[in-house]
Protein backbone atom coordinates (compact mmCIF):
# COMPACT_ATOMS: atom_id res chain seq x y z
CA UNK A 1 0.00 0.00 0.00
CA UNK A 2 1.11 3.02 -0.82
CA UNK A 3 1.79 5.26 2.11
CA UNK A 4 2.19 9.65 1.21
CA UNK A 5 5.40 10.67 3.17
CA UNK A 6 3.46 13.85 4.76
CA UNK A 7 0.82 12.15 6.35
CA UNK A 8 1.96 8.69 8.07
CA UNK A 9 0.26 7.80 10.94
CA UNK A 10 2.84 5.95 12.38
CA UNK A 11 0.67 3.83 15.24
CA UNK A 12 -1.40 2.77 12.13
CA UNK A 13 2.22 1.78 10.45
CA UNK A 14 3.43 -0.14 13.47
CA UNK A 15 -0.08 -2.26 13.71
CA UNK A 16 -1.31 -2.85 10.38
CA UNK A 17 1.58 -3.42 8.45
CA UNK A 18 4.47 -6.22 8.18
CA UNK A 19 6.99 -4.92 5.54
CA UNK A 20 7.76 -1.23 5.34
CA UNK A 21 9.62 0.15 2.76
CA UNK A 22 10.94 3.46 2.71
CA UNK A 23 13.21 4.34 -0.57
CA UNK A 24 14.67 7.48 -2.19
CA UNK A 25 16.91 10.03 -2.18
CA UNK A 26 15.70 12.07 0.41
CA UNK A 27 18.51 11.26 3.19
CA UNK A 28 17.00 13.18 5.74
CA UNK A 29 13.37 12.55 5.29
CA UNK A 30 13.89 8.72 5.29
CA UNK A 31 15.74 8.90 8.68
CA UNK A 32 13.17 11.07 10.33
CA UNK A 33 10.57 9.06 9.46
CA UNK A 34 12.82 5.96 10.82
CA UNK A 35 13.57 7.52 13.78
CA UNK A 36 9.37 8.40 14.68
CA UNK A 37 8.67 4.79 13.32
CA UNK A 38 11.43 3.30 16.03
CA UNK A 39 10.11 5.49 19.04
CA UNK A 40 6.75 3.94 18.51
CA UNK A 41 8.38 0.45 18.52
CA UNK A 42 10.05 1.16 21.26
CA UNK A 43 7.07 2.23 23.36
CA UNK A 44 5.76 -1.12 22.55
CA UNK A 45 8.84 -3.00 23.57
CA UNK A 46 10.64 -3.71 20.72
CA UNK A 47 14.29 -4.04 20.34
CA UNK A 48 15.79 -2.53 16.72
CA UNK A 49 17.93 -4.99 15.13
CA UNK A 50 20.08 -2.12 11.98
CA UNK A 51 21.85 -4.23 9.91
CA UNK A 52 22.72 -3.85 6.21
CA UNK A 53 21.62 -5.96 2.91
CA UNK A 54 24.98 -6.96 1.96
CA UNK A 55 25.99 -7.75 5.63
CA UNK A 56 22.98 -9.75 5.89
CA UNK A 57 23.00 -12.43 2.92
CA UNK A 58 26.74 -12.85 3.85
CA UNK A 59 25.88 -13.42 7.44
CA UNK A 60 22.54 -15.51 6.86
CA UNK A 61 21.97 -17.59 10.43
CA UNK A 62 21.45 -13.80 11.31
CA UNK A 63 18.25 -13.31 9.55
CA UNK A 64 17.11 -17.54 9.60
CA UNK A 65 17.29 -16.38 13.31
CA UNK A 66 14.88 -13.53 13.10
CA UNK A 67 12.74 -14.88 10.91
CA UNK A 68 12.66 -18.12 12.83
CA UNK A 69 12.32 -16.12 16.11
CA UNK A 70 9.94 -17.18 18.48
CA UNK A 71 7.55 -13.82 20.16
CA UNK A 72 6.45 -15.84 22.91
CA UNK A 73 9.47 -16.85 24.66
CA UNK A 74 11.81 -14.34 22.90
CA UNK A 75 12.52 -10.56 23.10
CA UNK A 76 9.98 -8.79 20.35
CA UNK A 77 12.38 -7.22 17.47
CA UNK A 78 12.01 -5.63 14.57
CA UNK A 79 14.91 -5.38 12.22
CA UNK A 80 15.53 -2.79 10.14
CA UNK A 81 17.36 -3.33 6.62
CA UNK A 82 19.37 -1.03 4.89
CA UNK A 83 20.93 -0.89 0.90
CA UNK A 84 17.96 -3.38 -0.32
CA UNK A 85 17.40 -4.21 -3.91
CA UNK A 86 15.92 -7.33 -5.04
CA UNK A 87 18.24 -9.80 -4.10
CA UNK A 88 16.38 -10.33 -0.95
CA UNK A 89 13.60 -11.99 -2.54
CA UNK A 90 16.78 -15.13 -3.03
CA UNK A 91 15.84 -15.25 1.22
CA UNK A 92 12.77 -13.67 2.04
CA UNK A 93 9.18 -14.05 0.67
CA UNK A 94 7.63 -10.25 1.09
CA UNK A 95 4.37 -11.50 0.24
CA UNK A 96 3.97 -14.00 2.91
CA UNK A 97 5.93 -13.01 5.87
CA UNK A 98 4.26 -12.79 9.17
CA UNK A 99 7.57 -10.41 10.94
CA UNK A 100 7.94 -6.73 11.30
CA UNK A 101 10.91 -5.83 9.11
CA UNK A 102 11.69 -2.21 7.76
CA UNK A 103 13.48 -2.08 4.48
CA UNK A 104 15.56 1.26 3.60
CA UNK A 105 16.41 1.85 -0.22
CA UNK A 106 17.84 4.80 -2.43
CA UNK A 107 15.87 5.62 -5.55
CA UNK A 108 14.06 2.58 -7.22
CA UNK A 109 12.14 2.39 -10.51
CA UNK A 110 8.83 1.95 -11.36
CA UNK A 111 9.38 -1.64 -12.12
CA UNK A 112 11.07 -2.57 -9.22
CA UNK A 113 10.10 -5.31 -7.40
CA UNK A 114 10.30 -4.28 -4.43
CA UNK A 115 8.10 -1.58 -4.95
CA UNK A 116 5.75 -3.62 -6.49
CA UNK A 117 5.10 -5.83 -3.87
CA UNK A 118 4.68 -3.27 -1.55
CA UNK A 119 2.71 -0.95 -3.21
CA UNK A 120 0.11 -3.32 -3.86
CA UNK A 121 0.05 -5.42 -0.93
CA UNK A 122 -2.41 -4.35 1.53
CA UNK A 123 -0.38 -5.30 4.58
CA UNK A 124 2.65 -3.67 3.58
CA UNK A 125 3.54 -0.47 3.05
CA UNK A 126 5.86 2.01 0.63
CA UNK A 127 6.90 5.11 1.48
CA UNK A 128 8.68 7.40 -1.24
CA UNK A 129 11.03 9.76 -0.24
CA UNK A 130 11.30 12.61 -2.39
CA UNK A 131 13.55 15.23 -2.65
CA UNK A 132 12.60 18.23 -0.29
CA UNK A 133 12.05 21.55 -2.49
CA UNK A 134 12.33 24.88 -0.77
CA UNK A 135 8.31 25.45 -0.58
CA UNK A 136 8.05 22.06 1.20
CA UNK A 137 11.37 23.16 3.66
CA UNK A 138 9.74 26.73 4.08
CA UNK A 139 6.64 25.12 4.98
CA UNK A 140 7.98 22.61 7.34
CA UNK A 141 9.54 25.83 9.05
CA UNK A 142 6.90 27.49 9.34
CA UNK A 143 4.94 24.46 10.93
CA UNK A 144 7.83 24.06 13.54
CA UNK A 145 7.42 27.40 14.72
CA UNK A 146 3.86 27.92 14.96
CA UNK A 147 3.45 24.87 17.26
CA UNK A 148 6.32 26.60 19.28
CA UNK A 149 4.04 29.38 19.89
CA UNK A 150 6.46 31.80 18.49
CA UNK A 151 5.77 34.39 16.47
CA UNK A 152 8.47 35.04 13.55
CA UNK A 153 7.63 37.18 10.26
CA UNK A 154 7.33 35.42 6.77
CA UNK A 155 10.13 38.04 5.93
CA UNK A 156 12.82 36.56 7.97
CA UNK A 157 12.11 32.87 7.18
CA UNK A 158 12.08 33.49 4.14
CA UNK A 159 15.68 35.63 4.33
CA UNK A 160 17.15 32.24 5.85
CA UNK A 161 16.50 30.49 2.53
CA UNK A 162 17.90 33.14 0.58
CA UNK A 163 20.87 33.05 2.78
CA UNK A 164 21.28 29.58 3.24
CA UNK A 165 20.98 26.03 1.61
CA UNK A 166 18.73 24.43 4.78
CA UNK A 167 17.74 21.00 4.90
CA UNK A 168 15.05 19.13 6.38
CA UNK A 169 17.78 18.20 9.23
CA UNK A 170 19.06 21.68 9.66
CA UNK A 171 15.43 22.49 10.29
CA UNK A 172 14.69 19.88 13.07
CA UNK A 173 17.93 20.70 14.59
CA UNK A 174 17.37 24.30 14.96
CA UNK A 175 13.72 24.11 15.96
CA UNK A 176 15.17 22.25 19.05
CA UNK A 177 17.53 24.64 19.87
CA UNK A 178 14.91 27.55 19.13
CA UNK A 179 12.53 25.49 21.26
CA UNK A 180 15.26 25.77 24.49
CA UNK A 181 15.52 29.37 24.65
CA UNK A 182 13.10 31.05 23.56
CA UNK A 183 11.17 31.81 26.80
CA UNK A 184 14.84 33.61 27.79
CA UNK A 185 15.68 35.35 24.62
CA UNK A 186 14.88 37.59 22.25
CA UNK A 187 14.24 36.23 18.98
CA UNK A 188 15.45 38.89 16.23
CA UNK A 189 16.77 37.56 12.73
CA UNK A 190 20.73 37.28 13.92
CA UNK A 191 19.62 35.26 16.59
CA UNK A 192 17.80 32.95 13.56
CA UNK A 193 20.50 32.93 11.39
CA UNK A 194 22.41 31.45 14.26
CA UNK A 195 19.74 28.71 14.87
CA UNK A 196 19.29 27.63 11.15
CA UNK A 197 22.49 27.29 9.21
CA UNK A 198 23.00 24.80 6.72
CA UNK A 199 25.68 21.68 7.25
CA UNK A 200 25.13 21.01 3.20
CA UNK A 201 27.60 22.03 1.01
CA UNK A 202 26.58 22.14 -2.87
CA UNK A 203 27.17 19.45 -5.19
CA UNK A 204 29.11 20.03 -8.40
CA UNK A 205 26.23 19.27 -10.45
CA UNK A 206 23.84 21.01 -8.84
CA UNK A 207 26.35 24.08 -9.41
CA UNK A 208 26.78 23.83 -12.46
CA UNK A 209 22.96 22.94 -13.04
CA UNK A 210 22.07 26.59 -11.48
CA UNK A 211 25.04 28.40 -13.18
CA UNK A 212 23.27 27.24 -16.78
CA UNK A 213 19.89 27.81 -15.72
CA UNK A 214 20.63 31.68 -14.71
CA UNK A 215 19.51 30.91 -11.12
CA UNK A 216 21.33 34.08 -9.78
CA UNK A 217 19.24 33.21 -6.35
CA UNK A 218 20.99 30.05 -5.74
CA UNK A 219 24.30 31.37 -6.94
CA UNK A 220 24.64 33.70 -3.97
CA UNK A 221 23.94 30.52 -1.62
CA UNK A 222 26.65 28.60 -4.03
CA UNK A 223 28.90 31.58 -3.29
CA UNK A 224 28.03 31.23 0.71
CA UNK A 225 28.70 27.66 0.38
CA UNK A 226 32.47 28.37 -1.08
CA UNK A 227 32.87 30.28 2.12
CA UNK A 228 31.68 27.62 4.46
CA UNK A 229 32.90 24.39 2.93
CA UNK A 230 36.47 25.07 0.87
CA UNK A 231 35.32 24.15 -2.23
CA UNK A 232 37.93 24.54 -5.07
CA UNK A 233 37.33 25.97 -8.90
CA UNK A 234 39.45 22.19 -9.60
CA UNK A 235 36.13 20.41 -8.18
CA UNK A 236 33.59 22.44 -10.06
CA UNK A 237 35.24 22.34 -14.09
CA UNK A 238 34.90 19.00 -14.52
CA UNK A 239 31.13 18.74 -13.95
CA UNK A 240 30.64 22.13 -15.31
CA UNK A 241 32.40 20.57 -18.76
CA UNK A 242 30.73 17.77 -18.77
CA UNK A 243 27.12 19.38 -18.25
CA UNK A 244 27.90 22.28 -21.23
CA UNK A 245 28.88 18.60 -23.56
CA UNK A 246 25.60 17.35 -22.38
CA UNK A 247 23.74 19.85 -24.03
CA UNK A 248 25.64 20.42 -26.99
CA UNK A 249 25.23 16.79 -27.67
CA UNK A 250 21.47 17.77 -27.28
CA UNK A 251 21.54 20.19 -29.49
CA UNK A 252 23.30 18.14 -32.26
CA UNK A 253 21.96 14.93 -32.07
CA UNK A 254 19.45 16.19 -34.37
CA UNK A 255 20.51 19.48 -35.88
CA UNK A 256 17.29 20.28 -37.82
CA UNK A 257 15.08 19.93 -34.69
CA UNK A 258 14.15 23.43 -33.76
CA UNK A 259 12.10 22.61 -30.42
CA UNK A 260 13.67 22.34 -26.81
CA UNK A 261 11.06 20.08 -26.18
CA UNK A 262 11.17 17.38 -28.87
CA UNK A 263 15.41 17.51 -29.30
CA UNK A 264 15.34 16.55 -25.09
CA UNK A 265 12.26 13.80 -25.94
CA UNK A 266 13.81 12.26 -29.20
CA UNK A 267 17.29 12.54 -27.46
CA UNK A 268 19.34 8.77 -26.65
CA UNK A 269 19.97 7.68 -24.18
CA UNK A 270 16.80 8.56 -22.67
CA UNK A 271 17.18 11.80 -20.55
CA UNK A 272 16.15 11.19 -16.41
CA UNK A 273 12.61 12.79 -16.12
CA UNK A 274 13.71 14.61 -13.12
CA UNK A 275 16.44 16.07 -15.64
CA UNK A 276 14.05 16.97 -18.42
CA UNK A 277 12.98 20.36 -16.75
CA UNK A 278 16.09 21.81 -15.89
CA UNK A 279 17.84 20.52 -19.36
CA UNK A 280 14.72 22.41 -21.51
CA UNK A 281 15.48 25.75 -19.54
CA UNK A 282 19.10 25.46 -19.98
CA UNK A 283 19.01 24.72 -23.69
CA UNK A 284 16.27 27.25 -24.04
CA UNK A 285 19.01 29.81 -22.41
CA UNK A 286 22.01 28.71 -24.51
CA UNK A 287 22.29 28.25 -28.06
CA UNK A 288 24.50 25.90 -29.59
CA UNK A 289 26.87 27.93 -30.61
CA UNK A 290 26.95 30.10 -26.81
CA UNK A 291 27.51 26.64 -25.50
CA UNK A 292 31.10 26.34 -27.24
CA UNK A 293 31.94 29.36 -26.85
CA UNK A 294 31.40 29.16 -23.22
CA UNK A 295 33.12 25.60 -23.49
CA UNK A 296 36.07 27.95 -24.57
CA UNK A 297 35.67 29.89 -21.85
CA UNK A 298 35.58 27.34 -19.31
CA UNK A 299 39.12 26.52 -20.20
CA UNK A 300 40.65 29.89 -20.51
CA UNK A 301 39.28 30.57 -16.79
CA UNK A 302 41.07 26.90 -15.43
CA UNK A 303 44.39 27.92 -17.23
CA UNK A 304 43.60 31.41 -15.61
CA UNK A 305 43.20 30.02 -11.94
CA UNK A 306 46.05 27.21 -12.18
CA UNK A 307 48.70 30.25 -13.21
CA UNK A 308 47.51 32.58 -10.39
CA UNK A 309 46.64 29.88 -7.64
CA UNK A 310 47.00 32.30 -4.92
CA UNK A 311 43.87 34.40 -6.33
CA UNK A 312 42.36 31.22 -7.91
CA UNK A 313 39.38 31.79 -5.77
CA UNK A 314 38.63 35.39 -6.57
CA UNK A 315 38.93 34.58 -10.26
CA UNK A 316 36.26 31.70 -10.27
CA UNK A 317 33.66 32.95 -8.15
CA UNK A 318 33.98 36.04 -10.95
CA UNK A 319 33.34 33.88 -13.55
CA UNK A 320 30.32 31.79 -11.67
CA UNK A 321 28.57 35.22 -11.75
CA UNK A 322 29.69 36.19 -15.55
CA UNK A 323 27.99 32.73 -16.70
CA UNK A 324 24.51 33.23 -14.78
CA UNK A 325 24.46 36.79 -16.34
CA UNK A 326 25.54 36.07 -19.71
CA UNK A 327 28.97 38.48 -19.98
CA UNK A 328 30.78 35.44 -20.22
CA UNK A 329 30.02 35.51 -23.68
CA UNK A 330 31.73 39.03 -24.24
CA UNK A 331 34.87 39.01 -21.17
CA UNK A 332 38.18 37.85 -22.03
CA UNK A 333 39.77 34.99 -19.09
CA UNK A 334 43.14 34.06 -20.73
CA UNK A 335 45.37 35.32 -23.49
CA UNK A 336 48.64 34.03 -24.75
Given at each position: ?????F???????????????????????????????????????????????????K??E????????????????????????D?????????????K???????????NK????????????????????????????????T??????S??S?????????L???????????????????KI??????????????????????????G????L?K???????F???????I?????K???????????????????L???????????E???????????????????????????????L???????????FL????????????????
Amino acid sequence: MIIKSFSIDYEKLYNAFGVTLIYGENYYLKNEIVEKLSKVFNNHKFKIKLVEQDYLLKNIEILNNYMNQNNLFDENEVMIIRDVNDKLFNYIDLENIDKKIILLADNLPKNNKLRNITEKKQKNACIACYADDEKTLINLLRQGITSLNIKISNESINQLFDINKLNRNDINSGLEKLNLISKEKKIDDEMLSTLFNTTSSFDAFEISNNLLSGNKKELNKILSSFYHFSTSFSEIIGPLKYKINKLINIFEYNANERKVSLLIENYKPTIFWKEKKIIEVQLTRWSLEELHQLLEKVNQVEIHCKLNFDIAETIFNKFLLDIVTKRVLINTYFSQ
